[in-house]
């Protein structure tokens, strides 16, 4: 069973930076894409950015592209968001999830299977 932890969130101010990881177990990591979702008060979940299984592909939802970058380290079976310049709309809970299917279909919340509880951002102006 795959297990995921997040860690990294905090309250940081408009402009800082922060990374989160997310580790996973339970399972061979290098098989799985890995995303990255968030939820602010009162929306709906929204996605963030995927990365492929050997990490070679990446994508960005459109509000935080050119600000966040996704990464993961195959060895350490962790996925990580640096997020930098950080703005109050930025604030959410964010989640990494893991699936193993298609990486064409990433942008979906219903394509993941496994999902971490969440780390907590709050970004004040």
């Known amino acids: 069973q795959v297990q995921l932890v997040e860690s990294g969130g905090g309250l940081v101010q408009a402009g800082d930076s922060l990374r989160l990881s997310c580790a996973f177990s339970?399972?061979?990591?290098?098989?799985?894409?890995m995303g990255w979702f968030r939820r602010a008060p009162g929306k709906e979940r929204e996605f963030v950015a995927v990365?492929?299984?050997?990490?070679?592909?990446?994508y960005y939802g459109a509000s935080v592209k050119d600000r966040f970058s996704i990464s993961r380290d195959n060895a350490k079976n962790t996925v990580y968001l640096q997020m930098n310049s950080l703005k109050p709309e930025d604030t959410a809970v964010y989640y990494c999830a893991a699936t193993l299917r298609d990486y064409s279909r990433a942008y979906y919340t219903s394509t993941y299977d496994d999902w971490g509880q969440g780390t907590q951002v709050t970004v004040s102006s």
């Open positions: 339970g399972r061979a990591f290098s098989s799985y894409n």
């Open positions: 990365i492929s299984k050997s990490g070679g592909a990446v």
